[in-house]
C-alpha cells in the first residue's frame, strides 16, 4: 500500500509518516497539577510485521485523543512526529514473554519493560497513602509466578 509506512523504516527524515498499527498496550501518566486529563497517553503499536514502537500523546494533545484510542483497535495514524527513546522505561526491545528465572538472572537489563505471566492468589483491603497532603487509594493484590 502506497504511502504506509513500516515501523521499522520509521525515522525523523521522514516527512508526512503514515502507519497502520494495532495498539496493543495503552496506559495514561496522570496529571498533578489538579487537572482531570492526563499528563499523557503512552502506547505501544504493532505493525503487521510483528515491529513494535512506543507511542505518546504529549500533554497538549491530550485534550482531542484520549476518547478516540484504545487498546486492541487498529488504527491508520498520519502526521506525528519521531524522536528517540532516551527515557529510563523502554517498552519495545525484546519479546514480552520472558521467563521468571531470566527476570530474577544476574545482569538482567532491567530497563526494559515486560509482562510477568503468573496467577491472581489474593486481594487486600482497600487502603489509602497520605503523601504531600494528597490522598492516594490502592488496594494490594498477590500474584504467584506459574512456573509450567
Avoid at 525515522?11 to 486529563?37: G, H, K, M, Q
Avoid at 503487521?48 to 491508520?76: C, M, P, T, W
Avoid at 512526529?81 to 527476570?103: C, M, P, Q
Wanted: glycine letters at 8%; hydrophobic letters at 35%; proline letters at 3%.
Amino acid at each position: 500500500m502506497a504511502g504506509i509506512h513500516k515501523i521499522v523504516d520509521i525515522n525523523p527524515t521522514i516527512n508526512n509518516l503514515c502507519v497502520c498499527i494495532r495498539v496493543i498496550r495503552l496506559w495514561t501518566l496522570p496529571s498533578y497539577e489538579n487537572s482531570p486529563l492526563p499528563y499523557s497517553i503512552e502506547m505501544v503499536w504493532l505493525d503487521d510485521d510483528g515491529e513494535k514502537i512506543h507511542a505518546s500523546v504529549k500533554r497538549a494533545f491530550v485534550s482531542r485523543f484520549v476518547n478516540l484510542l484504545e487498546e486492541g483497535i487498529s488504527y491508520q495514524i498520519r502526521y506525528f512526529g519521531v524522536g528517540l527513546n532516551n527515557g529510563y522505561f523502554k517498552t519495545t526491545h525484546h519479546e514480552y514473554f520472558v521467563s521468571f528465572d531470566t527476570l530474577n538472572a544476574p545482569g538482567y537489563d532491567c530497563t526494559y519493560l515486560v509482562d510477568v505471566v503468573g496467577y491472581f492468589a489474593g486481594i487486600g483491603n482497600e487502603r489509602t497513602l497520605e503523601k504531600d497532603g494528597k490522598s492516594t487509594k490502592y488496594i494490594v493484590i498477590e500474584l504467584k509466578i506459574y512456573d509450567g
